[in-house]
């Protein structure tokens, strides 16, 4: 059999999830991904991901997620904000929304959504 690529296997996962791949290509995927970890663990998070959201299920967050998660994305873009222009937001694939050039983001309070009042 013809060996396969990590980055063949990874551009075809979609395909190979959904079934549209020849034969061919199945097995070679299928072979491939019983010996290599890393794109076992690539296509078991896929398909977990694929099998959470097709559920149609409601996951509870802990109480507090949504805070803690609003106030580690303000510091990550404060972050990105105060860092030199080479390498910054671009270089972590942050998008940072538009300060209309005044160097500063208008910060709003978000309520809690897990918090009971």
Same mark, same amino acid.
């Given at each position: 059999?013809?060996?396969?690529?990590? /980055?063949?296997? =990874?551009?075809?996962?979609? @395909?190979?999830?959904?079934?549209?791949? &020849?034969?061919?290509?199945?097995?070679?995927?299928? /072979?491939?991904?019983?010996?290599?970890?890393?794109?076992?663990?690539?296509?078991?998070?896929?398909? @977990?991901?694929? &099998?959470?959201? !097709?559920? %149609?299920?409601?996951?509870?967050?802990? =109480? %507090?997620?949504?805070?803690?998660?609003?106030? #580690?994305?303000? %510091? #990550? =873009?404060?972050?990105?904000?105060?860092?030199?222009?080479?390498?910054?937001?671009?270089?972590?694939?942050? /998008?940072?929304?538009?300060? !209309? %050039?005044?160097?500063?983001?208008? =910060?709003?309070?978000?309520?809690?959504? @897990?918090?009971?009042?």
């Amino acid at each position: 059999m013809i060996m396969i690529s990590c /980055e063949e296997v =990874r551009r075809e996962l979609s @395909n190979y999830i959904d079934d549209e791949v &020849t034969p061919e290509v199945r097995a070679r995927i299928d /072979e491939h991904v019983r010996f290599c970890p890393g794109c076992k663990a690539v296509y078991d998070g896929v398909r @977990n991901v694929l &099998t959470l959201v !097709g559920s %149609g299920d409601i996951i509870e967050l802990p =109480r %507090g997620f949504s805070l803690r998660l609003f106030e #580690r994305l303000a %510091g #990550r =873009r404060e972050l990105a904000i105060d860092a030199p222009p080479i390498g910054g937001a671009e270089r972590d694939g942050l /998008e940072l929304p538009a300060c !209309g %050039g005044t160097g500063s983001v208008q =910060r709003r309070p978000v309520q809690d959504l @897990n918090r009971e009042d």
